[in-house]
């Protein structure tokens, strides 16, 4: 199997380090979730104290790393990154709990992803700043206390729903960031080619923003690779309407703003599965993709533009799917 994501990371994670914003006052859009950012920074300086826990949820590449980042630069204390899926054991954990210093932030990516074992090791962490360490075996098995300074987690997740309870209520604060608006995204294209150096027209920068699925990480993706087009045709290397126009057609990106892969779901269910009601398991094994992955990456958007419908038998074609492709529905069609 493909993993898409992986082989899209290495690209993005470069990107995303170039343009990420470096304070609260350069995060666009997300406005409720800004301002309550702020409210939250400003009682914990006021009272002297330390940041509750925060938990952001929503699709990828929307901005929860970014805020994960701008919080603690704001407060002027230590950031460090964890992955919740590289940690394999509460051993590694404990470094980063030992390490985290009196009110720095320990942001941990993809926390819905944490075994079990691991996640009951955070408990006491994030309740009491204490850890439980188990030594030995058998009758010789003891438990050791520690404390821990006071510290914050910032956990992110692409799927609030995979949480456990105790994990989620030990979250003071839980923030949704969701597709962001049409605005918002030609705010961001413009200020990231002024970061580049780039010169691009309105238009252009509204054709970028429309064809982004609502994420920043699309619109930066998108946006680079229009420059190297506009390097390549434009003589002044301005991303004009036509380049614009050209490189999303090179870039295989509709006026939806669906790449290759979106468009390859939707065929999938159309022709191998009637249009539906088709398993997750199933469209991802005939895709050759991993259900997270879909899940995480692909569906998010597709549901949100009307595309495909979620049921309790699995995933629909819509008639405005159908329509989107230009093929015409066979009997099968539900919808
Ligand atoms: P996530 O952690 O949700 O996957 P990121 O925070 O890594 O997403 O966002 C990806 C990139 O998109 C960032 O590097 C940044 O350039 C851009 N970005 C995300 N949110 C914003 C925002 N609110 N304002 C400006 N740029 C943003």
Redesign the pocket.
């Known amino acids: 199997a493909i993993d898409i994501r992986q082989e899209f990371d290495v690209d993005a994670r470069e990107i995303?380090e170039r343009?990420?914003?470096q304070s609260l006052d350069?995060?666009?859009?997300?406005s409720q979730v800004v301002e309550r950012v702020r409210v939250m920074l400003y009682a914990t300086r006021k009272r002297n104290d330390t940041l509750g826990h925060i938990l952001f949820d929503?699709p990828?590449?929307?901005?929860?790393?970014?805020l994960a980042t701008v919080i603690p630069k704001e407060l002027g204390v230590d950031l460090q990154i964890a992955a919740g899926p590289a940690l394999d054991a509460p051993k590694d954990l404990l470094p980063y709990l030992t390490n985290a210093g009196h009110g720095s932030v320990l942001f941990i990516d993809e926390i819905h992803r944490l075994r079990p074992a691991v996640e009951e090791f955070l408990y006491p962490a994030m309740e009491d700043f204490r850890i439980d360490i188990a030594l030995g075996e058998g009758l010789n098995a003891r438990t050791i206390n520690m404390q821990l300074k006071p510290f914050t987690i910032i956990g992110?997740t692409t799927r609030a729903g995979m949480l456990t309870a105790p994990m989620r209520d030990r979250f003071v604060y839980r923030e949704h960031?969701d597709f962001y608006e049409p605005d918002d995204l030609i705010e961001?294209v413009r200020r990231?080619a002024v970061k580049l150096k780039t010169k691009v027209t309105d238009q252009a920068a509204a054709e970028v923003a429309r064809r982004s699925q609502g994420t920043?990480?699309k619109a930066?993706n998108i946006l680079l690779r229009t420059r190297d087009f506009a390097t390549l045709k434009d003589p002044n290397g301005e991303i004009t309407t036509e380049i614009a126009a050209h490189a999303m057609k090179m870039l295989e990106i509709d006026s939806l703003g669906l790449e290759r892969q979106d468009r390859r779901y939707l065929k999938i269910i159309m022709d191998v599965f009637q249009g539906g009601p088709a398993g997750l398991r199933a469209i991802a094994h005939s895709l050759s993709i991993p259900a997270d992955t879909l899940e995480d990456d692909i569906e998010p958007f597709l549901l949100r533009t009307g595309l495909i419908q979620r049921t309790p038998r699995g995933r629909i074609v819509t008639q405005r799917g159908y329509e989107h492709l230009g093929v015409t529905p066979g009997p099968g069609l539900r919808s």
Do not use: S
């Open positions: 995303d343009l990420r914003p350069d995060v666009i859009g997300q929503g990828p590449g929307i901005g929860k790393t970014t992110a960031l961001i990231n920043p990480r930066n």
